[in-house]
């Protein structure tokens, strides 16, 4: 298999279309001897790799994916990264360094269990156990212990993926590039691979080549709670999400955050949105929109759509839910417009409303 990936062709000027894909099936073995660039397979593959770019389409499915979160309580907020991003190092990988990669569009993803990770390990660092106990039962649950007589529960937050924001540029009809060409050097070989020799200054370097994430990236960092939640759940929401936010700014996320990676930045504030309102089917609903609109297209006077309505319509919308008799009134303060008749119909729509 690897002798057939190895004579497919490679676009060393544009990058890979799919980075995921290149990254765990396309890599060369490595090449360690050979230190010039052009004779060495793996080091053409890694600097065809650093061209690799957001893919064209991506934007709809990442609006689309943001789009979903609206079903949900949801604190949200684009970060940036300051620096380099090493997400998943530690998953098996052709190249020896793992890198979490979206399965679909090959764009750089940080997981969500990362996040509640580096926030978890930022309270315990911050705040005294006692002042944090009961946040962090909310947060991440507690396991249960029969022992102790203590119940199992499961934590009250969803911490969602954080996708790679898209940026899509339509003028030049490029997206950003979103990898990097990356080296770690090994100044004691033998000390760290099977320690057969202690420490020295005379062992020769190992520079090590792998890929991380570009910096300047962003990613939607987004926690959620279930709709219906209390106002204290809710701020127990916010102040999670900017708690992560001091997280991943002071600790940062990913593997070698001791030198320095994965620290990213906001842009913009925490925003907390309420979960948009699902229209449910409504036979009544439809009907009335039907009957107003061939009374539009009849141009029927209004002051007899006002009568009609008043007569017929409003007594059946009234079992309705609130949300679906305020779809109802919208629909006729479009169809009735005439000043004189806009006292009447306002009326009408309070009465509607409110369920009077």
């Not at 999400?241 to 955050?257: N, S, W, Y």
Request: charged content about 30%; hydrophobic content about 35%.
């Amino acid at each position: 298999m690897r002798e057939v990936l190895a004579a497919l062709p490679r676009f060393e000027e544009t990058g890979p279309s799919h980075a995921g894909l290149a990254h765990e099936r396309y890599a060369p073995q490595k090449d360690d001897t050979s230190k010039d660039e052009n004779s060495s397979p793996w080091r053409r593959w890694l600097s065809w790799m650093d061209g690799a770019r957001e893919p064209e389409h991506y934007g709809v499915a990442y609006h689309r994916w943001r789009g979903s979160l609206t079903q949900w309580h949801t604190a949200s907020v684009e970060m940036r990264a300051t620096g380099r991003l090493l997400a998943g190092h530690g998953n098996a990988s052709p190249t020896g360094v793992g890198l979490t990669l979206h399965h679909t569009w090959g764009v750089p993803v940080i997981p969500g269990s990362s996040l509640k990770g580096v926030l978890a390990a930022y309270l315990r660092a911050s705040f005294e156990p006692a002042e944090v106990a009961e946040a962090c039962r909310r947060l991440f649950g507690v396991p249960g212990d029969e022992r102790l007589g203590r119940k199992a529960s499961v934590g009250q937050v969803l911490f969602h993926d954080a996708p790679w924001v898209s940026d899509w540029d339509k003028e030049t009809k490029k997206g950003p590039r979103t990898l990097a060409r990356d080296v770690l050097t090994v100044h004691q070989r033998g000390w760290y691979g099977k320690a057969e020799s202690w420490p020295n200054d005379y062992e020769s370097p190992n520079p090590v080549e792998f890929l991380s994430v570009r910096p300047g990236g962003r990613f939607l960092v987004a926690l959620s709670v279930a709709p219906g939640a209390d106002d204290e759940t809710l701020r127990l929401l916010r102040w999670a999400a900017d708690r992560l936010c001091e997280a991943l700014r002071d600790f940062g996320v990913g593997g070698k955050t001791a030198a320095g990676y994965g620290r990213l930045v906001p842009e913009g504030s925490v925003v907390v949105a309420a979960p948009r309102v699902v229209s449910r089917p409504s036979p009544e609903r439809d009907a009335f929109k039907a009957w107003g609109e061939a009374q539009r297209a009849a141009k029927t006077e209004q002051r007899k759509v006002l009568e009609d309505f008043d007569a017929q319509w409003r007594p059946r919308l009234m079992p309705l839910s609130r949300e679906a008799r305020k779809e109802c009134a919208e629909a006729l303060r479009g169809w009735v417009r005439n000043p004189k008749l806009q006292e009447r119909r306002d009326e009408l729509l309070r009465l509607l409303v409110d369920g009077a």
